[in-house]
């Protein structure tokens, strides 16, 4: 069954840097479309950023645009976002999921971005 499980999260100061991972299960990985979402406090899940199967071509939200980076290691069935000049409205539960036919969420990873 498909599993995706994130890490990597944690508490930084504005203007710092973290690195997520996603360790995918269960599905061929290589074939499909990778994304990165976020759950803010009180908001709904909003696509943050994504990544084709080769890992060719990338798209990111407007708000993340030159800060983050999402790459994958298809040999390692692994996606990352390494995000970078992090703000508070950056502060949310990280998720990652494939496209098409999005798996069961994982449980998350959070990112708190404070002084």
């Known amino acids: 069954q498909v599993q995706l499980v994130e890490s990597g999260g944690g508490l930084v100061q504005p203007g710092g840097s973290l690195r997520l991972s996603c360790a995918a299960s269960?599905?061929?990985?290589?074939?499909?479309?990778m994304r990165w979402y976020r759950q803010a406090p009180g908001k709904e899940r909003e696509l943050v950023a994504s990544?084709?199967?080769?890992?060719?071509?990338?798209n990111y939200a407007d708000s993340v645009k030159g800060r983050f980076t999402i790459s994958r290691d298809n040999a390692k069935n692994m996606v990352y976002l390494q995000m970078n000049s992090l703000k508070p409205e950056d502060t949310a539960v990280y998720y990652c999921?494939?496209?098409?036919?999005?798996?069961?969420w994982g449980q998350g990873t959070q990112v708190t971005v404070s002084s």
């Open positions: 269960g599905f061929t990985f290589s074939r499909y479309t």
């Open positions: 990544i084709i199967s080769t890992g060719g071509s990338t």
């Open positions: 999921n494939r496209l098409p036919s999005p798996g069961p």
